[in-house]
């Protein structure tokens, strides 16, 4: 097994994942493939990997587009006038990272990064940008699924007690 360091390519490992992954939540197949950069490692089953933007699948990438919008967005509304005319265009338009903690045991080496694409951004400007924006492809309230009423903590506290009555027998 590969000792990383911060500064490795990776590339996340295609690979079916065992009961374990899936009780544990450690592994997702939708990850597979996923290549990027190890910007830490806190033990062998937690490094955390930024992942390239170049590798985001279509609907990865339009999901991290709009969320990367709508946090611009709300940085903008946070200010003042004057703050708001100090900052660059380039303050204005940050970037946030994608980084994804995956154990050691998932990853291998990966590819080179791709050079920059230097391309003119077609991203909607912060200052103007409406943040009730919905989507109009996506239900979000499907009349067909009832509402389940919200369990009180004496309810989980009665379940856990009666888990626990059953694993003593």
């Known amino acids: 097994m590969p000792v990383w360091k911060p500064g490795d390519r990776v590339k996340i490992a295609d690979k079916q994942p065992s009961m374990e992954d899936r009780l544990g939540n450690k592994y997702f ?6 290549t990027g950069t190890v910007q830490a490692v806190y033990s062998k089953d937690e490094v955390a990997v930024k992942i390239d933007k170049e590798a985001f699948g279509p609907v990865l990438a339009a999901v ?6 709508r946090m611009r967005a709300k940085f903008i509304d946070s200010l003042g006038e004057e703050q708001k005319k100090r900052l660059s265009d380039e303050e204005k338009k940050f970037d946030a990272n994608y980084v994804l903690l995956v154990r050691s045991d998932d990853l291998e080496k990966g590819p080179k990064p791709a050079p920059p694409k230097k391309t003119k951004s077609e991203e909607p400007d912060p200052e103007t940008y409406e943040g009730t924006r919905v989507r109009t492809d996506v239900v979000y309230d499907d009349q ?23 694993r003593k027998r």
Do not use: C, F, I
């Open 29 to 34: 197949p939708h990850m597979a493939g996923l």
């Open 64 to 69: 991290h587009k709009e969320a990367v919008t």
């Open 144 to 166: 067909s699924v009832p509402d389940a009423p919200r369990r009180s903590l004496l309810d989980y506290e009665a379940a856990e007690e009666k888990e626990l009555k059953r």
